[in-house]
């Protein structure tokens, strides 16, 4: 997981980004500040999370580039049903990386921020143009 969070400082955060958005956890307190262009492409983040928080914001910067907000909300609502409900895991690459967070449900919160951010951005960009 620590791996994962160094790995963050290839994804500088761009304040002049087209989209961007922050999230706070309710549970933990953990931020994720995101910035993309079109297409979730060039991806930056301003992370200050726990390990696990850090860690979800890697797996998702890694495998975010394309995707469009239909698959966003997919793979939020599935890792909610993941965490929540014991769902099995979703089908979004490196995630089984942090599956062990799964039995700490104080950590929930942060593992979901950059998809919520995401959409955050996402839906606000709509909204502006």
């Known amino acids: 997981m620590l791996a994962l969070a160094v790995e963050l400082a290839r994804y500088p955060f761009d304040g002049g980004a087209a989209y961007s958005a922050e999230r706070r956890s309710k549970t933990c307190g953990s931020t994720v500040a995101l910035s993309f262009e079109a297409g979730l492409a060039n991806i930056g983040l301003k992370v200050t999370a726990c390990a696990v928080g850090q860690a979800s914001a890697a797996i998702f910067a890694r495998h975010c580039e394309g995707k469009s907000k239909d ?59």
């Open 71 to 129: 698959d966003i909300v997919q793979s939020a609502d599935a890792i909610t049903a993941w965490l929540d409900h014991g769902e099995p895991l979703p089908d979004w690459p490196d995630l089984h990386l942090i599956a062990a967070a799964r039995d700490y449900p104080a950590r929930h919160g942060a593992i979901l921020l950059p998809w919520k951010a995401a959409l955050d951005a996402l839906s606000s960009g709509e909204e502006g143009r």
